[in-house]
């Protein structure tokens, strides 16, 4: 009976041990868009919202959703001219206020783009804007589903306004079998921003492993390419801006030299090898646990065996004892 506890314990002990292990992990391992990486800072930076101070009074600002903020802030911090800073956050007219990005109902998405209008312009960064987004998904973008996930472009007065409907305008001349039945992406009025956690901001900058593998996976890239055919995707995702002759069109109408990558981040290296560092660390643990419930599985038999024999041991001697009649004693 001694060893057929024993082995039941030993079992039982490396089941609870393996749940353990993976309960701890699975706390620490954050989803493929969520979290984004194992951080030890959560604390100090999860209340970090509010709306953002430009860096300069003479600087603008304007407001899309395109999906992962992640990857917008990646596409116009590094392609597109003029601009100064981006930042990750949410934003909604019906959202609630100081949203989280685990608790954010009635937002988008978004990023805020800072930019110079001496540098670009409104109407340039919403042309880079619609070659950033798939205009015929109405519940989602790409592999991101959900309210949160959708398309929009906003706008903060008259003016932007009718500069908005204008480039939806050509952007449906430039595709005739395109139209307002097709193309969903909402023009709205401008809300109130708020930033995201510290953790999204430069995303793309401090974990370039995790995010790489997520675009590619997402298909953000490949689906573009779909949309917008392979040269314009490269026209509006090129350091160089051949497509333009390096220039870039500011607010007053001047063509001047075009400044992009103000960040100076390294451009994409193209296909993702291999898989993050959370992907790592969820394949070494399953294979620890499948090395475990293996052990566990070959040696349980033996286990009870041992028990089965040494209890029927015990059993042989108790009823030999028993058998030893007082006039057999001497």
């Not at 024993?6 to 292990?21: E, K, N, T």
């Not at 701890?24 to 800072?41: C, E, F, K, M, N």
Request: hydrophobic share 35%; proline share 5%; charged share 20%.
């Amino acid at each position: 009976m001694t060893k057929l506890l024993f082995g039941s314990y030993h079992y039982h002990s490396l089941h609870y041990l393996i749940l353990s292990v993976i309960f701890i992990l699975s706390a620490t391992v954050p989803t493929i868009h969520g979290d984004g990486d194992l951080r030890s800072d959560i604390t100090n930076n999860y209340y970090d919202n509010g709306n953002y101070a430009l860096t300069s009074s003479t600087h603008k600002s304007l407001l899309i959703a395109a999906g992962c903020f992640w990857c917008a802030e990646q596409a116009y911090e590094q392609y597109a001219p003029g601009v100064i800073e981006v930042v990750s956050g949410y934003a909604g007219s019906d959202g609630i206020d100081f949203p989280t990005y685990q608790n954010h109902p009635g937002h988008y998405e978004v990023i805020l783009i800072e930019y110079d209008p001496n540098r670009t312009s409104y109407e340039l960064l919403l042309q880079y804007a619609w070659r950033n987004i798939d205009p015929f998904d109405a519940n989602g973008q790409f592999c991101d589903r959900g309210f949160s996930y959708q398309s929009a472009l906003f706008y903060a007065n008259r003016e932007e306004q009718l500069i908005a409907e204008q480039v939806r305008e050509d952007v449906l001349d430039l595709h005739p079998d395109w139209d307002n039945t097709t193309v969903v992406v909402p023009l709205l009025e401008r809300p109130f921003f708020w930033r995201a956690e510290n953790y999204h901001q430069d995303y793309y900058i401090k974990n370039p492993w995790n995010y790489g593998y997520y675009k590619e996976r997402c298909g953000r890239t490949k689906r573009l390419k779909e949309v917008w055919g392979e040269e314009q995707y490269y026209c509006y995702h090129d350091l160089e801006l051949s497509c333009f002759n390096n220039t870039a069109v500011n607010e007053g109408g001047m063509s001047i030299e075009a400044v992009v990558n103000v960040k100076n981040a390294p451009e994409e290296s193209g296909r993702v090898k291999g898989a993050p560092v959370w992907g790592i660390i969820v394949m070494v643990v399953f294979a620890m646990c499948v090395l475990c419930l293996l052990v566990v599985g070959f040696m349980t038999p033996r286990w009870k065996k041992s028990a089965i024999d040494e209890e029927g041991k015990e059993s042989s001697e108790t009823e030999q004892e028993a058998d030893v009649s007082p006039t057999d004693l001497p």
